[in-house]
């Protein structure tokens, strides 16, 4: 929550300083920009509504909760920063190209890129800050917790912050080849060139946060790491035999479904199964404090065994 309230601020103050230096300076690479904060701080809106509804308790309508709402909304923000931030940088890039001309007024660019630099800077420290606590607080890495961390808020702020940075590096870039002719035709092009290049920045994003988001909203499994801690507690019991099948979902960032098919002792009474599956379940949730839903179905050792056939489940 703090890293994306940190970065709606930063994005708001950024998108009002480009868009005052965009129609000043007349530039491509610096209406690109702004366009770029304005989806980012848009974005910003999606996330904390996904973090203000994905906490409503279950209901008869949805009884797993609603936990997918953090999934939904940075699902939605990945298609804002493609349909609004990439498009239209590209867009305005090409028009620029087609008509060139070098832009005016450059101290006013320069200031608000390198302001915007440090606030962006300072935006992308306190989310990195924020999820170097998270990952110690799991036992990983920053790296590890980056690469196996189910929640897509995080990842979005990172990614926009990080591709803000290069976006105004890249707009710098193509204001100073400008101002200097660099090229030929006196290097007018360079300011399309960069506004082109932002959009795609913004693009590759936009597919990189949509592609983890679409695995979580299809109902994407439980860590291996997770998996075989979730495993290990269910054989851990001495009434279970052997894990069948275990199905797990995401429910949300920190919330996991299980579903395992447990073949338990045959001299098991009715009694003892029930007891055993309390049991199990304590075990389960001691070892990956995320379960949430647990589902056992029991077998018998001669009901079919991991050499039958199992249904294969998709998703």
């Not at 000043?24 to 690109?32: D, L, W």
């Not at 239209?88 to 090409?94: H, R």
């Not at 960069?194 to 979580?216: M, P, Q, W």
């Not at 995401?250 to 199964?273: E, G, W």
């Amino acid at each position: 929550m703090l890293a994306v309230l940190g970065a709606l601020f930063a994005n708001a103050v950024i998108t009002v300083l480009k868009f005052i230096a965009a129609a000043m300076t007349g530039s491509s690479g610096m209406m690109a920009e702004a366009l770029h904060s304005l989806a980012d701080t848009t974005n910003q809106v999606f996330l904390l509504l996904g973090l203000r509804f994905y906490r409503r308790p279950a209901s008869e309508k949805h009884p797993f909760g609603h936990g997918k709402e953090r999934f939904f909304w940075s699902f939605i923000a990945a298609v804002f920063i493609f349909g609004v931030g990439a498009t239209y940088a590209i867009y305005e890039g090409v028009i620029k190209l087609s008509h060139p001309h070098p832009p005016e007024n450059l101290g006013w660019a320069y200031g608000v890129l390198a302001a915007s630099f440090l606030i962006e800077s300072g935006s992308i420290a306190l989310a990195i800050f924020q999820e170097v606590r998270e990952a110690h607080h799991e036992g990983m890495s920053f790296a590890e917790y980056l690469r196996e961390s189910k929640d897509p808020t995080a990842k979005t702020v990172l990614f926009e912050d990080s591709a803000a940075l290069v976006g105004i590096v890249i707009a710098a870039t193509g204001l100073y080849l400008t101002e200097h002719h660099a090229g030929p035709g006196g290097g007018a092009y360079w300011d399309g060139v960069a506004s082109i290049c932002i959009g795609g920045v913004l693009a590759f994003v936009a597919f990189a946060l949509a592609r983890s988001s679409r695995g979580l909203l299809l109902g994407e499994a439980a860590t291996p790491k997770s998996l075989e801690a979730i495993r290990g507690a269910i054989l851990s019991h001495p009434n279970v035999c052997e894990v069948v099948e275990l199905l797990t979902m995401h429910l949300a960032p920190k919330q996991i479904l299980i579903n395992a098919h447990v073949n338990f002792r045959d001299d098991l009474a009715t009694d003892d199964i029930e007891q055993t599956i309390n049991e199990v379940e304590q075990k389960i949730k001691a070892a990956e404090p995320m379960v949430d839903m647990i589902f056992l179905e029991t077998a018998r050792r001669s009901e079919p065994g991991p050499d039958a056939p199992i249904p294969q489940h998709i998703g």
